[in-house]
């Protein structure tokens, strides 16, 4: 891809460690916000199927910010050393595999600057199970997008050095992200533990019958999901206690609140509970596959983006 500098984010460099489909939004955000971008894959094919990966993203973030002025600029390597050296920031996307991560840090953090920020985008491990891989572990963060990385604008990040943490959260700030610090490392980061426990409960009706698949979409979407998006849940509820706010809700209906826990439900995903699911899924889809579906979804996200400009 030609090369080509922006005034916002010009002097920034980045280095995307995976080129596949979180590596490739995370390359097209960053271009968009003009920075200098090089991704590095052990893969061949991976890097030559980049420039197609990022166009659609690209070609979505221009149609939400038409304005953003000139693109950054992007080159790829299977050199490591080349990508990694003088970057401000190592966005790693390696597979969900601890060995995998821990191999690939003990290469790159030798060829990374004495205050460059390795952040990872794993969702599903720590940062407790990822910093011993390092020498230095205090040079990382865990920083998860959540899908698509280049749309939903949250960032999820944690680490020991602030400086860092301040210094990556300005990065993607900068890139138009909505980073969001955690206090303590956990499993899951925020939004993936309030998801799974969203989850659970609408597999758990499933299970149990109270609603098929379609019908608890439906619900999320035109009741709690769009109030939430707006709000955050513990807004809406301080809402809900009107003038009282948050304290009067919880003296006047915290105890039915407590009733409604104390009846969710832990599902097991069985054979027939996995059934239920995959059917459930295929009528609500109505024939639209995968593709379509993801078009639909971000369609709409880049709907609700451009409301909130």
Not at 10 to 30: D, M, N, P, S, Y
Not at 254 to 273: F, I, K
Request: charged residues 20%.
């Amino acid at each position: 891809m030609e090369e080509v500098m922006t005034r916002r984010m010009e002097h920034t460099q980045i280095a995307i460690l995976g080129a596949g489909l979180i590596g490739a939004c995370w390359a097209a955000l960053f271009v968009h916000h003009g920075a200098v971008v090089r991704v590095w894959d052990p893969s061949p094919e991976a890097l030559v199927k980049l420039p197609d990966r990022m166009a659609g993203p690209l070609a979505q973030l221009l149609d939400i910010a038409p304005d953003a002025g000139p693109l950054g600029s992007v080159t790829v390597s299977d050199d490591l050393e080349t990508v990694v050296a003088g970057a401000d920031l190592v966005q790693e996307n390696a597979p969900e595999n601890l060995t995998l991560k821990h191999d690939l840090y003990r290469q790159v953090e030798p060829l990374m600057g004495a205050d460059a920020i390795l952040a990872s985008s794993t969702s599903a491990l720590t940062w407790s199970e990822l910093a011993p891989g390092l020498a230095n572990p205090a040079c990382m963060i865990t920083a998860h997008p959540f899908n698509p990385p280049h749309l939903v604008p949250l960032v999820e990040t944690y680490g020991q050095d602030t400086d860092r943490l301040d210094r990556a959260e300005a990065i993607y700030r900068a890139a138009g992200r909505v980073p969001v610090r955690m206090n303590k490392d956990a499993t899951g980061h925020i939004a993936n533990r309030l998801s799974s426990a969203l989850w659970r409960e609408a597999v758990h009706m499933v299970a149990e019958g109270i609603a098929d698949v379609a019908a608890i979409d439906a619900a999320l979407v035109n009741g709690p999901g769009l109030r939430w998006s707006a709000i955050g849940a513990h807004m809406a509820y301080h809402l809900g206690g009107g003038e009282g706010g948050m304290a009067g809700y919880l003296a006047h209906l915290g105890p039915s609140q407590e009733r409604r826990w104390a009846s969710l439900g832990s599902p097991s995903l069985t054979a027939e509970v996995r059934a239920a699911l995959v059917d459930g899924v295929a009528a609500e889809a109505a024939g639209r596959d995968i593709k379509t579906l993801e078009q639909e979804r971000d369609a709409a996200l880049i709907a609700m983006l451009k409301a909130r400009r």
